[in-house]
């Protein structure tokens, strides 16, 4: 069995390639990666020499390049992370969103059908659905809430899953999506807000939170995520969405707060800064059919979690510090100099 995996030097994906790589003996990977400024061929390194993995540097909106892998490769399974995927940027910018998340998607698929495939996945996320209100604790995102997004980020992984459900239902493609809540882990890249919030404190720095932190993400370890997409690929129906989320809801404020204690740095670090435009307030999934139809469930708990991922960022120093030294910091002074 080969699988494709795109975006795979990002923080998902690298997971995902770990964890196939790990778990699946009889699995070879190939990953497929254009190296923008999330993707990082170091994460890579202790997978780069294994017999069952190949790495290709490439677009996935070039159609050329696309087709000349799948001719050469021949994948069985594809599964799709490659996207921009920072809120913020496609608010800055929305163009490359649109090339990479849409164009990139439909590329990915025509390929599909050229060289024929098993099985597409197309990895999407909870803000296809929106928000929810603060004051409505009952409300949750099941698979039947209706699209609404709010940011060209969102509607951007909102167009692609409406173009893969689109070449199910048109060519019988055998397409699956999740949409899964946040995510938290090793290989997080620090723009993010938890590794951001980490290597700043760490660097007796600001921990620039937005609007008065009262936002709230269902916040899911990177693991728990994989495990779930390894499932549906090999046990999900196709043509279905499956909601992946572990009712792990925090307001941002308390996250930060958290990371304080656990690194011993004061909260008068914490700057409350101009709110993102647009900001969605809640997000919370019900991850009921993935429970029921595969018998997912999340396991390992937000408190280990995140002393797992900090620990983990206080280890792999070198990783995280090379990205913030880098074009990282005309990137910051553009989007926090003015906040
Ligand atoms: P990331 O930004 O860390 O990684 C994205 C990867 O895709 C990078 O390695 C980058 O080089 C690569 N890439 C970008 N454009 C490409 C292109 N045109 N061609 C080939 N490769 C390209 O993102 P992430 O947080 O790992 O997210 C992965 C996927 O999961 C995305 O599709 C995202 O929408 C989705 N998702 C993320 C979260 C989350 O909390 N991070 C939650 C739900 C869903
Ligand atoms: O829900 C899944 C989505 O989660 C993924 O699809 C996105 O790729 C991923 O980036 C994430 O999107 P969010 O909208 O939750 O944004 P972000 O991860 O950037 O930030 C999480 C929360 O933290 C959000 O409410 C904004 C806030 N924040 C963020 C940054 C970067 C801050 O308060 N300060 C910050 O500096």
């Known amino acids: 069995m080969k699988i494709l995996v795109t975006g795979g030097a990002g923080f998902i994906g690298s997971n995902f390639v770990f964890h196939m790589l790990d778990k699946h003996p009889d699995h070879d990977i190939i990953c497929v990666d254009a190296l923008t400024y999330a993707g990082n061929l170091s994460t890579l390194d202790s997978v780069m020499n ?23 490769e021949k994948p069985d399974i594809v599964v ?41 996945h197309q990895v999407s996320t909870d803000e296809v659905y929106g928000d929810l209100p603060l004051d409505r604790p009952d409300l949750f995102f099941t698979e039947e809430t209706p699209i609404h ?12 899953d409406l173009l893969v459900l689109a070449y199910h239902r048109t060519y019988g493609l055998p397409v699956t999506i999740s949409r899964c809540s946040n995510n938290y882990g090793p290989y997080h890249f620090p723009e993010k807000p938890i590794p951001l919030m980490i290597a700043n404190a760490l660097n007796d720095k600001p921990l620039p939170v937005y609007g008065e ?29 499956y909601n992946v989320g572990g009712h792990n809801e925090m307001r941002n404020i308390d996250i930060v707060k958290l990371i304080c204690k656990e690194l011993g740095k004061p909260e008068s670090l914490i700057t409350f800064v101009t709110d993102r435009k647009g900001h969605d307030m809640r997000y919370a999934i019900d991850p009921e059919k993935i429970h029921r139809e595969l018998g997912w469930l999340p396991e390992t708990k937000f408190a280990d979690g995140i002393k797992k991922t900090i620990k983990w960022y206080l280890d792999n120093r070198s990783w995280w510090e090379e990205i913030i030294s880098g074009e990282y910091r005309n990137y910051y002074e553009k989007m926090y100099g003015n906040r």
């Open 149 to 160: 997004t709010s940011s060209p980020y969102s509607s951007s992984k909102a167009s692609a």
């Open 213 to 241: 932190g009262l936002n709230v993400r269902d916040w899911l370890y990177v693991e728990d995520h994989c495990r779930a997409i390894d499932l549906i690929i090999h046990k999900g129906k196709v043509g279905e969405v």
């Open 50 to 72: 294994d017999p069952r993995f190949k790495f290709f540097k490439a677009d996935i909106a070039d159609r050329e390049a696309i087709y000349k892998i799948f001719e050469d």
């Open 80 to 120: 799709n992370f490659a996207a921009e995927s920072h809120v913020d940027r496609s608010i800055e910018d929305p163009e490359i969103f649109l090339r990479t998340n849409i164009l990139g998607t439909a590329v990915l698929m025509d390929a599909c059908r050229k060289y024929g495939i098993t099985r597409y």
